[in-house]
């Protein structure tokens, strides 16, 4: 299995912040990588997929860098919103896998 | 509109079966596939297999095998997941969502489509 390992596994932040969120696969998975949003009580929201495209409706301010096994998840300008638990998740074979996730908190 | 809704919380007792549902619309049913995801308390995601609604195939995760049956029925467009011999720690929201891919899963596009989640609780 395909072990997706993120840190940090939270971290508190202002309105305003560039935000970083690293995401490292334990082999090679090229650019087979999602990016998952989730708000409590609520399914996870798709923010990104295939490493670096942007699913609907998700604003710019949120990117993503890398390919193979390093991968970083980028808010440039946090907002409210944005107070949330983020997973990325391999795609790249089964079982899928997602990392352990990383909580935005407000500073 | 684009939804999958899901059928309500459980409560059951260790050894017991459980079967949750997921009905869609909005969407030619049979264009996509659905996997189950769980999330026991303050935990992360675990896959636990894909069927496809095309023509049945299904890929399980291997710590469920011989646990769980997903199946699907195309004149309801719903999709079910049944586990049996339920564990304390199969506690968990189980979720549903849309995959691309008809024969074989694609999960390369993500899964952008989930249901609200089912809640269960397996206590004595």
């Known amino acids: 299995d395909i072990q997706m390992t993120q840190s940090p596994s939270s971290l508190s932040a202002s309105v305003g912040d560039r935000v970083t969120i690293t995401c490292r696969a334990s082999q090679s998975i090229g650019s087979y990588v999602n990016w998952y949003q989730q708000k409590p009580g609520k399914a996870p929201r798709l923010l990104i997929y295939?490493?670096?495209s942007l699913a609907g409706g998700v604003p710019s301010r949120f990117s993503v860098d890398g390919s193979g096994t390093d991968f970083t998840l980028t808010i440039t300008s946090l907002q409210s919103e944005d107070f949330a638990t983020y997973y990325c998740q391999q795609s790249y074979s089964t079982p899928l896998t997602f990392g352990g996730g990383t909580k935005v908190e407000i500073k | 509109q684009v939804h999958l809704v899901q059928s309500g919380p459980e409560l059951k007792k260790p050894g017991a079966s459980l079967k949750v549902s997921c009905k869609a619309s909005?969407?030619?049913?049979?264009?996509?596939?659905f996997i189950w995801v769980r999330q026991a308390p303050e935990q992360g995601l675990e896959w636990m297999g894909w069927?496809?609604?095309?023509?049945?195939?299904?890929d399980y995760a291997q710590r469920f095998l011989g646990r769980v049956t997903m199946t699907t029925d195309t004149s309801t467009n719903t999709t079910h997941m049944e586990l049996r011999n339920l564990r304390s720690d199969d506690t968990a929201v189980y979720y549903c969502?849309?995959?691309?891919?008809?024969?074989?899963?694609?999960?390369?596009?993500?899964?952008?489509?989930w249901g609200q989640g089912t809640t269960v609780t397996v206590s004595s």
């Open positions: 909005g969407y030619p049913f049979t264009k996509y596939g």
């Open positions: 295939a490493a670096s």
């Open positions: 069927i496809s609604t095309y023509n049945g195939n299904t």
């Open positions: 969502a849309r995959v691309s891919g008809l024969i074989t899963a694609d999960y390369y596009y993500g899964m952008g489509v």
